[in-house]
């Protein structure tokens, strides 16, 4: 099977994007598309992104981890689908897009910024404290979309992603379906960095939405942040996330900033299914 795909980014979260409107793509054999995904041996990306049809929506978003397993929600990878499906004739710059956690709408801003109404954030549970190799780890907890464990510092420089991002994304306080890592330092009121420790990628990754949308909630609810909130990316993009304050809590969640085609291809898929022989 050929596959024709668009590569794309948002604030440097990058995407394999794909037109399945017919109904064609063998998403469901992990497989396969985790090899699509491999950085080395396939495409790249940190997420596989199929624009489906809908009954409910101008389309549906299916988003696939690197590893090949599907997730409920990404807010970069919604904002370069909605930029995506437009271009294809999916659906107009003011769109619905159905996601496995409910109905999102979206509206092109420009030629290159997007932005997207996000799920309503659940579960907080802020001044959580975890222990890490026998040291207490303090953060506050939020689900986005997807979990995420917001970890404030004085500065991102040195911060061990990968090695303290892993060790807490398999911690048993968040078995059995871990949690996204964000590790943030808040430059003033309305403006912080972040890097994130990105669950599925099982990386640090170069930007991730739900995670901006996470650090700047808790920012604002539980360390005196204001909104809109910038938010620079660990590929060094702004994202802008703003929301309605109502009682003490964000609603009406929005994730703005840009996003980019690379490049269009097209790539045999036997050809992947053959390095299955290799693997050990």
Known sequence: MILQF????????????????????????????????????????????????????????????????????????????????????????????????????AEILDACNVKVWMPEATARSYGMVIHVDGRPVAGDYINTGVPHFVIRMDSLEGVDVVGLGRAIRLHSAFAPEGVNVDFVAQRDADHLAIRTYERGVEAESGACGTGAVA????????????????????????????????????????????????????IDLSLLGNDLANLE
């Open 6 to 105: 668009t590569k794309m980014h948002g604030a440097a979260n990058d995407f394999v994007m794909l037109d399945d409107r017919e109904g064609t793509v063998p998403w469901q054999d992990y497989v396969l598309m985790s090899l699509l995904a491999a950085r080395r041996t396939g495409v790249g990306c940190e997420g596989v992104i199929l624009i489906q049809k809908s009954d409910r929506a101008d389309f549906r978003m299916r988003f696939l981890n690197p590893d090949g397993t599907e997730v409920d929600m990404c807010g970069n990878g919604a904002r370069c689908a909605a930029w995506f499906a437009h271009k294809i004739g999916a659906a107009p710059r003011a769109m619905t897009m159905e996601t496995s956690c409910g109905l999102l709408d």
């Open 215 to 266: 650090a700047a909630v808790t920012a604002v609810e539980a360390h005196a942040g204001t909104l809109p909130m910038s938010v620079r990316t660990g590929g060094g993009f702004i994202l802008t996330v703003d929301a309605d304050w109502r009682a003490n809590h964000c609603t009406g969640l929005t994730l703005a900033g840009p996003v980019k085609e690379v490049y269009r291809g097209s």
